[in-house]
């Protein structure tokens, strides 16, 4: 058998690379809605907030948390990712008014990629990734539900507060995410009477994990992220990709054509709107 | 940039079109085995009925209900939908002789044909479905889990008469719909060994979403419409689009082929039944 | 073994039953876009036309062709069904203003839903369907594609004519049939810069089975269906769902998507419209 | 309508073939892994065993376990097939190191290629399967949740102990299988934490279908198949393909995926292992 | 980190395993239907045939060669297959009663459960696969198609004689695989209007991926055969691995269904003789 | 109807947002194995370069590209973006060797990783896409296969270089985006037998939209562009996603997969090296 020189160079010489990209972690102060750390066993505590405080999601935090996950999942110095809030909620509050006139094509055009662009990005994000939530989780849950295992405190809420609540379509990826956790009935009847779920019943429908003290959220998140890492940076690796596969195939076919529902009745909200003005 | 006048005309005259439809529904009675009525705010009740008494599902009943959900799911008139039975009872029972000799190839072409038919156009009604269930929910309970809620009476039960415990295969929709909405283990040990399942168990499993008093399930199925009337009517029927999508797309690939392996196990049936005479 | 007696009933006693359907083909006169006429063997001939002449397809055409492809699904009594236009042009024409403003959300839901029922129910045409061309099919030529062979008359010529130059998606499931028969590459560069394609050229790609001299597509598509006529009725009914299944589900994935799409371009291109004026 | 001759015979005389496969059941007694019988009724007992005691997998039931189960599945005189351990235990122990270098290409292809095809050819036995289940099922309980029904020991319990614990991707059809029966949330919990989950706990989760006293799994998986049998033979066949195919189409998609991750995650697994050394 | 000692075992020594089953390829025998014979470097030819000469494929075939295509896949002693015919043909004639009654149940059961086994058994074929084509390929030709290169005599032939020629649906992988080879549109035309088709033209289709003179085709195949022995056996079969893996999966999902859609015609087909008797 | 205040100030107000993405195209000059450029018109050319000349690809571009892509694809100032190379070359070579020591499962993880990430990351461009070649396409020409549109010098060639060839499998998308737009057939032969292919062949088959005089590929590549502008943006962004939605989703099931059985592949070619050493 005859093979390029090149093989032979390859096989010799482990060479390193890649190490760059996860050198420069640049990207942990460059969202304000999003405070990041890294211990150093690598374990990255994402932080969601609005100066320091509770976040309230708007569309700057649309646009800026494509990429923030964007980053964190192309990082390979990131071995487990915690996702949580601040100031004792997960994310209780959206400003929908920072969005614009959602009638206008372009705007939607903006809401529809980066909407769809998001999702993909959490679930490309390649090493387990643990939910911790306190308080409110009452906005964009599916980015929790986009993680392996959730804990929650004993007080925190589920809830979808923006949509059918709001007069739009849940098409954003929240249909299809708790529909893959809990079933399409639970969530089909949570989704279109919309109203704060606990923790226990959350858990006894088999979305949350563990449920532990107010609070405590986080630092069983570190936990069970330290029992991770006694494997193999691949084989966590890839129990993530293994694991996240068919849910992210879900989205990518289910997410694009949801956003543009709720595109459409955002655009009839505005309509009916100002006709009742 | 220069677009043919047309688009000019419009999007400065709106002109309405399509009324026509709505305007029209005949079909109220055109089917003799649904009685049909809408109130003013477009909630149309569908009360499956045998000469206003509870419903003997038989073979006209298959090929009436293709077109009866067919003709709902086109008339925009209908906001939401409420489908129960009559009499005290969702469906009991099903004159399995009216369908002649099913091991006929073409009799089954016809069942297949409109089998298929049948869940497609229930998935096709783009607007919030409510089943309300009183009494026995025995036979094509897969019409019912095509809505979006389900509301049962007290008493009711849950069952699949006609198809394990008659010697033919459960293939109709009705495995697709369970295993999409209690997961596929509780469906195929329900089905193999089929016996009535009370309301409070359907809930358990996630399948049922409020249990009334019986008697009260049409009028609570009411309130919830009414409930969702609140929301822009785009809203309504792209909530449906959305929610429906998956199930819709399982019962497209599942249900022909489904039908085909019963069409099969009914011919054995025929066969093992002349045999043995 | 013991099975209810019913099954005995049943497999002693064949009971006709369905004749109804097709004993009273109503639907043939019931839409003024198509003169619909069936010989003796079956074969439903269906002229889409306006007034007689070549067809100038519009929202009312939209609507209408929704329940009328439904109907000849239904009808049993269809056994091949040839589609062709009238006047020497299979579709040339479009009424776009007729669909009145389509940046409204109200009006474009309907055109939504009309749009992904118009192509599940051409797919639901279960007996073999020949689409005979003549002149230009510059129209919804996915009807066309859903058929199982097509041909064409040889100055007969394909082209998208409303969608990208009119600066709208080819979202009706226009790209999906086209991907599907001639290959996704030549159907991107032929949807992006439209312009008319020979039969000739149509052939080469694949998507027409023959070319035939002007004005012999019609009695070229009898002699095929007088050949398919020989099978038994199941065998043709049962060849053109094996074959049209792939193509179905493409169409139930990616149509309603499509034409959201579409919607969203529309808002877009009359909102650059008004912006022009 | 004219036909070839051959019609003429075959549907004048049905000519018996095919009992040739059913007559030689000579695989009962080929694999050393594998005790099988078979009653009069055709209910196959496939006892998983270690000269007689409770089994410890190894690479060469991994080997041989392909071929017996493809065996099982070929065999018309399976009418149904109930699969269960042996010494009071359904699968407890692994021999990791039987497999050789995981981390030699050649040796994981061979795990790859039989690892996917395992599965596919549990999913290929068309006739209704039991899993019986006492004392220990922690390895391969995927082919246990590949039957239709479980029927489980009151002390037995479910466990993956050789992926997650042992440092590798629990890749081989255990995550599809589990997500498939109880929901993803509970399988990747379940996974990433792995302890001995109790039967009770797994009926609440809708993966056992029935507890019984210890001992009494097989009598009772008995009882059900007796039931089973009072069906024509085409039913029991055609029930179980219309079941398994949603499972067999995700393990197709899913396995050989998983099983490339997971034999990179046994690779530096070996790798990590020679560095600490 | 610390894992099981297991491990330390089987990264130090590399135990030999496995080689038992490409030791004794005893099946090499045991199909009278095909002669195989294996060169030195790994690459088994594969001659179908009736005693030496043409094959004329019958229900024996039908059952064998499911077992024998499965048998060539298990053994890793195949590093290449060749599949050929013998006598100047590769498949011409085909012995349709021999099948006896296909209105039977049981007796398509079986036909069914073999067919859709035999086509999925070829995809497992984890190696290179060269069809090698001469004279008629009239039968069965969807074996080749599921080749990963054809190699085609000048003067051979491509038909689908038994199916819609013989009055019954094209249902057994063989529309699924020339509409995945050729496009939907091709395949449709000629299995609705089977004649034969010229190598030339299946090259020019894209079938055929060689045209050699006739009684060359073996020989050019072991010269392809030869090539890509050159690579690593993990190179090959890995690539067959994944480009058969999207037919394999159209496969599984189309061939049950087309089986049992064309069980019914040929129910009807059986009908209909006897009706005409 | 009674909807919260955040509506109507929506509505009423549209708020500029997302302007900041466009505005800093500082990822112009991030990545040296691209050259930026982006006229008044929003039309940006993308030259894939070492040090101006032609690109050798090595791991250094692997891992930059992924980021690359996703800057473009993000940048909503981009209307429309051109591919091409640079000297003449489309990507003419790879350095192999820079990859390192392939059969360390920490190098393929990162290759496999972002293997994936990348042909994600140009499927998730949503402008219209246009590759023009020149010269060699020897490398990765899934990328230019995932753009709408190819336009290719007289002189350009096809080629896959660094796969079969070298001895591991062409698992990275090249196989599913040359099987989707060519066919599975040509794309397994060309895959197996890799030669440079014409661009007239190119254009034959399908994959190539025009070919021009050498040198013009990217000035034609313009006008196309300027074609396409004269469309609204929403038109342009969506016609891409509707288009590219099948294969992002093939892309989505398949290519993980393959990069692990490449990985593999690499693994037993280093194995056989060192072997033959």
Redesign the interface.
Known sequence: ????R?????????????A??AADPGYFTKYDGMRMSRNGAGVLLVEMNTQGGPIKFS??EH?QF??AF?DIG?D?GNKVVILTGAGGQWMGDI????????????????V??EGT?IV?NIA?I?V?MICAVEGKAWVHTEYCLLA???VAGNGATFHDAPH?A??????DGI?TTW????????A??M???PKPLSAATAKE???V?EVVPDGRATSRAYE?AA??L??????L???R???V??????L???T???L??????A????????A?K
């Open positions: 058998m005859k093979f390029p090149s093989i032979l160079v390859a096989a010799t010489a482990a060479i390193a690379f890649g760059a990209h569309a700057r646009e494509v990429d964007y192309r390979r400003d929908f008014a920072s969005f614009g006139n959602v009638a206008d094509p372009d705007v939607w055009s903006k529809h990629d662009q993909e490309n390649r387990p392996n295992v959730i059918f709001g007069g739009i379509v849940p098409g249909f529909s893959y956790r809990v079933g399409p009935t639970r089909e009847a989704l279109l009477a429908w088999g979305a994990t069970i029992d991770y006694k494997k193999p940076e691949v084989t690796r890839n129990t990709i293994h694991f596969q068919p849910l992210k195939q879900a990518v076919q289910q694009g054509y949801g543009s529902l709720e595109g459409a009745s655009s009839a909200l505005v309509k009916s709107f100002n009742s």
